[in-house]
């Protein structure tokens, strides 16, 4: 019996120990499964704590540090460029700001690096020296001390531009060296957070507890991604505020382009009815599908003065109203014309008949009332389809467009209504004179017939003396009314050029005016050189400069006085000079006295006011120029150039003379 029960006891020791090792090792491993639960997270947890810490803390400020001096470094050489060409100093400032920021984050970076590796001090520091070489190389060359020509600007550019690309590639490489050192904390992170994974995956009995960690992070994950997407539709609403406003931008710049454009199209030529279809063709098809324009006539009538159409067709049609007389407008649009301001409206059926746009499919149009100086002017409508229908938004550009237009076609009119007085003028100047020299020459011949009279007393004879004195004198101013009427026409007086002597044509002056000077009691004298060379002039136009002139100061200068007339060379040309001892001519009036009919005294009739223009058309119809001086109470001093020919000239002039 007692050796069974030994065995029995044996075997139940044996199988004690086992079933505590089976119920220990679970309970440890829970235990352990426990601990490593509660344990494992926290260590995880901190390290990847400390590792997003110095990502936050660290490195993303560094990053933002290098990307800012990337942006700072490439916008200098905008502002540099902007600097040269505007000349305007904020870009300097704006350069040296960039300089400055740049130290700031330089300085910044060197904190923060060395917590993340030691070779980024490298890197940063091969960035320092180019950025430096490059800063040297801009304050060296003086690129934002001073603006400089083009040609120094762009070679001192090129010659430190080595060091800019230098710095660009240098930045760029920090950058990239920050982000590779970023991204090996990323993995850490990454790979402890897969080993936790691993971990609680290994821990079965942690299934529950992995389960509801995955559903925090998936919360988490949920949150973020929120977030993000929140973010990104904050992006998506400013990228899409920034192209509206980038839009609305360039839709500024083309309307200033157009209208600029078009006030240089207007503005280019002074034929006024030309000026009124350049504006209907500007608008056509740039703005409008259909333009017409109806201009007041100066009785007050309407007429229509140009069309246009984006169809050849009805553009066509439209060219059959050209001339037309339009006074029946619709009371709505007399309305928009007495406000002076341009409207938008409808497909009126009243405008669009008025309009001649009936069998066009118009929806929309603009009314634009011209006027210029307080005066309505004309009057455009513009209409489009329903493809690019107006809006008030056109208004703006359509306004301004018809001030620009105004202010042309006005102007244009303007030159129309002078040229046609001045053609009148002409007309008027060549019938009168040609009238009056028939009279006037019966006149003469009358004279001269009775002076062959030997039956004549004396004092008949002097009445008939008279009479061919007026006769000449009328004649001479028959002629100036002539040669005045070819100056302003912008012709040249007919010139028939032959060798003359500079003393000759003196001497022949001093005779003419002898007895006019004793007469005025003023003295004349004349200093002529006796080298001086031939001219080849007319001379009976110079002499009539040489007479007009003279005769223009003895109508001033008072008895006692004195008249000096000298010739000199000078140069390529001969400078004659005639002074008075006159009262002067005072500063003011100098620039009129060339003009014609100008007188110095409007109440005192001295002359027609003839001579010194037409003095002024011979000398410049011989390739000279003439000017006065003057000083109040000093008397007046005329002087004409003369060019000088050459050899050739005066051997060909003799050639022809023979």
């Known amino acids: 019996m007692k050796p069974s029960t030994t065995r029995e006891r044996r075997s139940v020791w044996r199988v004690g120990p086992e079933s505590t090792w089976t119920t220990i090792l679970p309970v440890v491993f829970i235990i352990l499964s426990l601990v490593s639960l509660a344990v494992l997270p ?44 505007t000349g305007q100093t904020q870009y300097r400032r704006e350069y040296y700001e960039r300089v400055r920021r740049q130290d700031v984050n330089r300085e910044a970076l060197a904190q923060l690096l060395p917590h993340l590796d030691e070779e980024l001090g490298t890197v940063l520091t091969a960035l320092f020296a180019e950025t430096t070489r490059w800063h040297e190389g801009v304050a060296r060359g003086e690129l934002v001390s001073r603006q400089m020509p083009n040609e120094v600007f762009l070679l001192r550019l090129f010659e430190a531009h080595v060091a800019y690309e230098k710095s660009l590639i240098a930045a760029s490489e920090l950058q990239v060296d920050l982000q590779t050192a970023i991204e090996s904390r990323l993995k850490g992170i990454r790979d402890a957070e897969r080993i936790n994974i691993w971990l609680t995956i290994v821990l079965t009995v942690l299934a529950l507890t992995s389960a509801l960690l995955v559903a925090g992070l998936g919360r988490q994950m949920r949150l973020l991604a929120g977030e993000a997407m929140k973010r990104r539709r904050e992006a998506e609403i400013e990228a899409n505020q920034a192209q509206i406003a980038r839009a609305a931008a360039e839709r500024e710049e083309r309307r200033a382009a157009f209208l600029a454009a078009a006030g240089q199209e207007l503005a280019g030529s002074l034929d006024y009815d030309q000026t009124i ?36 067709e009805d553009k066509a049609v439209l060219e059959l109203q050209l001339g037309s007389d339009r006074s029946q407008m619709p009371p709505s649009l007399e309305r928009i014309i007495e406000s002076g301001e341009a409207a938008l409206v409808g497909a009126s059926p009243e405008i669009r008949q008025f309009a001649g746009a009936d069998r066009n499919e118009m929806r929309t149009m603009i009314i634009l009332p011209l006027a210029s100086r307080g005066h309505t002017i004309g009057l455009a409508v513009a209409m489009s389809s329903e493809a690019r229908a107006f809006s008030s938004d056109d208004l703006p550009l359509f306004a301004e467009l018809a001030r620009r237009a105004s202010i042309s076609i006005d102007n244009a009119r303007l030159y ?77 007086l007919p010139i028939d050029a032959a060798p003359l002597a500079v003393g000759e044509l003196l001497e022949e002056t001093q005779e003419l005016f002898r007895v006019q000077a004793t007469v005025a009691s003023i003295s004349m004298e004349y200093s002529v050189p006796d080298d001086l060379p031939l001219l080849l002039v007319d001379r009976h136009r110079i002499m009539q400069v040489m007479s007009n002139i003279i005769g223009n ?72 120029a003439i000017w006065a001086e003057s000083e109040p109470g000093e008397g007046t001093t005329f002087h004409f150039t003369l060019p000088l020919p050459d050899s050739e000239q005066l051997a060909r002039s003799a050639e022809e003379s023979t």
């Open 42 to 85: 926290v260590v995880v947890s901190r390290k990847t704590a400390g590792m997003r810490e110095e990502i936050s803390r660290i490195a993303e400020p560094a990053r933002r540090a290098a990307n800012a001096i990337q942006m700072d470094l490439s916008g200098e050489l905008d502002k540099i460029i902007a600097y040269q060409v």
């Open 277 to 312: 279809s350049r504006l209907a063709e500007l608008m056509v098809p740039n703005l409008a599908d259909m333009v017409v324009v109806d201009v007041v006539e100066s009785e007050g009538s309407w007429r229509r003065a140009a069309v246009a159409h984006r169809n050849q």
């Open 416 to 492: 129309l209504h002078s040229q046609q007085a001045v053609r009148a003028r002409e007309e008027v100047l060549a019938i009168v004179s040609h009238d009056l020299r028939n009279p006037l020459n019966a006149v003469t011949l009358g004279a001269s017939l009775l002076q062959m009279s030997t039956t004549l007393s004396d004092e008949d004879r002097e009445q008939i003396d008279t009479m061919e004195v007026s006769a000449g004198r009328m004649k001479r101013l028959i002629e100036d009314l002539l040669d005045v009427t070819r100056l302003e026409g912008g012709k040249r």
């Open 553 to 624: 100061s003895m109508k001033f200068t008072p008895p006692g006085g004195r008249i000096t007339v000298a010739a000199t060379a000078e140069g390529n040309h001969v400078r004659m000079t005639v002074a008075d001892t006159g009262p002067g001519i005072p500063t003011d009036d100098l620039g009129a006295i060339f003009s014609p009919y100008w007188q110095a005294k409007r109440t005192e009739r001295m002359g027609a006011g003839l001579g010194l223009p037409i003095a002024k058309g011979i000398v410049e119809a011989h390739g000279g």
